[in-house]
């Protein structure tokens, strides 16, 4: 499947059965939190604070990144990878700086008080259920941020893909791309694979070097 770059509203409308092909089975589960207390009278009486506008997250710098996971409570070592990010890259991954979600997220972020970053979101995935994350983060999102994040997944096709868990990600800008780097490129364990084609999409980028490579005169002509 190939999709065009929209420049007016610059996510690709990635289908949830191919994200949901890539998903990882995760084991870890936990009780739903409790219900809130019910507000007292008292409480109930008091004007309701102010709302924050929705923000918007400032553009991660095009280059090589270390983007390090971990789950919380988990014997399992902390997952390390590299990501060769542009900004059609950037503006596509999810919660999570290891995978695309394009549309399927509606997010809201806000300011917080230390001067990070709150998020909410929620991601509609088809047939691998309701991915709902909330969480802080801190730091220079712009090369170098760390983030705290909670996901619930539920209504999942698979029960044992209703979970919950809590991760904890460093990443942060650590130099240019190689020369045989393409964007969406994410080295994991020595192997590479490029997310835009593990989405089932095109890279925009890709499309245009291919162009301009089959319409370049050949020598001596």
Not at 14 to 38: D, E
Not at 101 to 108: A, I, P, R, V, Y
Not at 159 to 185: E, F
């Amino acid at each position: 499947m190939v999709l065009t770059y929209n420049r007016s509203r610059p996510r690709f409308a990635f289908t949830s059965a191919a994200l949901a092909a890539v998903c990882g089975l995760l084991a870890a589960c936990q009780k739903p939190a409790p219900p809130p207390t019910p507000p007292t009278a008292s409480s109930a009486a008091r004007p309701a604070a102010a709302v924050a506008p929705a923000q918007t997250l400032p553009p991660r710098q095009p280059g090589l990144w270390s983007i390090t996971i971990s789950e919380d409570n988990s014997p399992d070592a902390a997952t390390v990878q590299q990501l060769c990010l542009d900004a059609v890259t950037d503006i596509n991954l999810g919660v999570l700086p290891n995978e695309l979600s394009g549309n399927l997220c509606q997010d809201t972020v806000s300011h917080t008080a230390d001067g990070g970053w709150g998020l909410i979101a929620e991601c509609h995935r088809g047939s691998a259920g309701v991915y709902e994350y909330s969480g802080q983060i801190s730091g220079d999102y712009s090369h170098d941020y760390s983030e705290k994040v909670r996901l619930q997944v539920s209504g999942a096709a698979l029960p044992q893909m209703n979970h919950i868990t809590h991760y904890t990600v460093l990443a942060k800008r650590t130099g240019d791309c190689s020369a045989t780097q393409k964007p969406g490129d994410l080295i994991s364990g020595g192997m590479t694979s490029n997310l835009f084609e593990l989405a089932g999409v095109e890279h925009p980028g890709s499309k245009t070097a291919t162009s301009a490579s089959t319409s370049a005169p050949a020598a001596g002509d």
